[in-house]
């Protein structure tokens, strides 16, 4: 007995997957005694294969009963009135034949290279299909069709399809085989699509891949999507990936009313200051790790142009902020920006502005555009911020005799520096200069009598000074003759400290409290009355 597929009811014309023998050696050895007898063959059970067939070619399945050739017996088998009783056929029910079930597709993507407004991006989409236990597998040429395109709901339903592509799959890639109840991988599917276009505040939120059987698969067949239709679509929802504009930066200097200053040479000076970037009109979104990036320098102008002194760009921004995402339209607001400068090598004056430049982080994820409108100039920021060097808190001068000698022997001080200690560290060479002069006022002012623009020494100019500590220049001399004073008028013997004019490195020397009178002690002088 033989059995086959038909599309025809009759069994007539074209006899799909054919098979000769389909009864059992029992059944194929029953025997026939008397004409007239009823040859009855109960639960004939066999396996029909559907290699190559769609269900179309199988509406009907069809028994042709015949001589078995290789039987014992020789006998002749004819059919009356003709050969069509000897075939019989039924019909397959509605559902009872399957072509291939698709139960769900998944997929994801990765952006190949840098994403520019207005320019298509290549992605490498990984695409995982599954299919019903029980259903068809198919094996051939162009079986499948891929369509990407953008959507504005979550579905991908609706006429809208931004940037519709009918078939991102390669020739391959639609042709590779799937076997029911596995899931099929199809792997690097390699397309182009401008991804600013789609994820943000707009009309286009999603990005939409939908899989379905192609239109020109070999063989044909059956396939249908198990939540029904004919084809399946998933979504994703995308970031904003449109170039984020910037037309400047705002920064709120919070550490000057903190009392907070920078101090000449020093390693560790804290910064504190509120940084927003000013988003520009159509400014897009970005959303992932690494955003951001940051400057920060001395410079002594105030558009940041010029040499950048102590340039830092590591440490500047906390993990948060290098992280922190920006919403299409939005500015950017980093918070407070809390972080650590070097003045190492550098003076007040050299560094008069703070500069901040703000960029994207070398290495985004995602990457993302960042456009600065009109130009850069505008993601460079200066501020001020208070700066000190030495602070001088007082001079003090201690004589070990007032009394102005007649043998032409000098006069034997000493000299106390005392600094605050809210400034900066002084190390170095030829840092300080002590001049002594005559005058008529107990505090210096006025006109003076120069006697010497520098009493010390090399060893005592080039000595270090730490913040808040004291330096003592002892067995200093000043050579001061009666013939020098007005012995009918008081005179002071005065000295005043000032920065070395060679010092190196150069630095900052103020007074604190701005009292100029800091720098200057004077004692009284005595005459004495000649030998008779």
């Not at 002749?76 to 559902?95: I, M, R, Y």
């Not at 399957?98 to 997929?107: A, E, P, R, Y």
């Not at 390699?190 to 192609?214: P, R, S």
């Amino acid at each position: 007995m033989a059995l086959y597929g038909s599309e025809r009811p009759n069994g007539e014309g074209e006899q799909y997957g054919r098979q000769e023998q389909v009864l059992s050696p029992y059944h194929a050895s029953v025997p026939l005694r008397e004409p007239g007898q009823l040859l009855n063959y109960d639960d004939v059970a066999t396996n029909f294969d559907m290699t190559g067939l769609t269900c179309a070619q199988v509406k009907h399945m069809c028994t042709e009963l015949r001589r078995n050739p290789q039987s014992s017996v020789d006998f002749e088998l004819t059919g009356v009135p003709d050969e069509t009783v000897l075939k019989a056929c039924f019909e397959v029910p509605d559902g009872s034949c399957k072509g291939v079930v698709i139960t769900d597709m998944s997929w994801d993507m990765e952006i190949q290279g840098d994403v520019k407004s207005g320019q298509a991006e290549t992605l490498a989409i990984n695409m995982d299909v599954d299919s019903l236990v029980n259903s068809g597998s198919v094996e051939g040429e162009t079986l499948w069709r891929v369509g990407l395109y953008g959507s504005n709901n979550p579905k991908g339903s609706g006429a809208k399809k931004l940037d519709y592509q009918r078939q991102i799959l390669s020739q391959d890639q639609s042709g590779r085989s799937l076997r029911a109840g596995e899931t099929m991988q199809i792997p690097f599917i390699e397309t182009k699509f401008d991804m600013t276009k789609v994820g943000c505040e707009e009309e286009y939120q999603y990005l939409c891949l939908e899989y379905t059987k192609g239109q020109r698969a070999t063989p044909d067949f059956m396939f249908e999507v198990q939540e029904g239709g004919d084809q399946i679509v998933r979504c994703k929802a995308q970031d904003c990936r449109k170039g984020v504009k910037l037309r400047g930066l705002a920064i709120d200097n919070m550490a000057s009313g903190a009392g907070q200053q920078l101090l000449e040479g020093s390693r560790n000076n804290r910064l504190l200051f509120d940084l927003q970037g000013l988003a520009a009109a159509g400014s897009g979104g970005a959303s992932g790790d690494g955003l951001w990036g940051m400057k920060v320098w001395a410079s002594t102008r105030e558009d940041c142009e010029g040499p950048r002194m102590n340039e830092q760009q590591r440490d500047t921004l906390s993990r948060y902020q290098i992280n922190k995402d920006v919403r299409p339209g939005e500015d950017v607001n980093f918070g407070a920006v809390d972080m650590n400068f070097d003045m190492t090598g550098l003076t007040c004056d050299e560094a008069r502005y703070m500069c901040v430049e703000l960029e994207k982080g070398p290495r985004p994820r995602p990457n993302f555009e960042l456009e600065a409108v009109p130009s850069n100039d505008v993601l460079k920021k200066s501020f001020r911020h208070d700066c000190s060097g030495v602070e001088i808190a007082r001079t003090g001068m201690d004589v070990d005799d007032n009394t102005v000698p007649l043998d032409g022997r000098p006069i034997r001080f000493d000299t106390t520096v005392a600094t605050s200690s809210t400034g900066a560290d002084a190390r170095g060479s030829n840092m300080w200069n002590l001049e002594t002069f005559l005058s008529s006022n107990p505090d210096g002012q006025g006109s003076r009598n120069l006697l010497d623009r520098q009493v010390l020494t090399q060893t005592d100019a080039s000595r270090d000074l730490t913040a808040g500590s004291q330096i003592r220049f002892a067995n200093l001399e000043a050579q001061v003759s009666q013939d020098d004073i007005n012995c009918e008028e008081i005179t002071y013997l005065c000295v005043e400290l000032s920065q070395g004019a060679a010092a190196s490195p150069q630095f900052t020397m103020s007074a604190q409290g701005d009292s100029q009178s800091n720098y200057v002690d004077c004692k009284k002088l005595k005459c004495q009355k000649p030998r008779k």
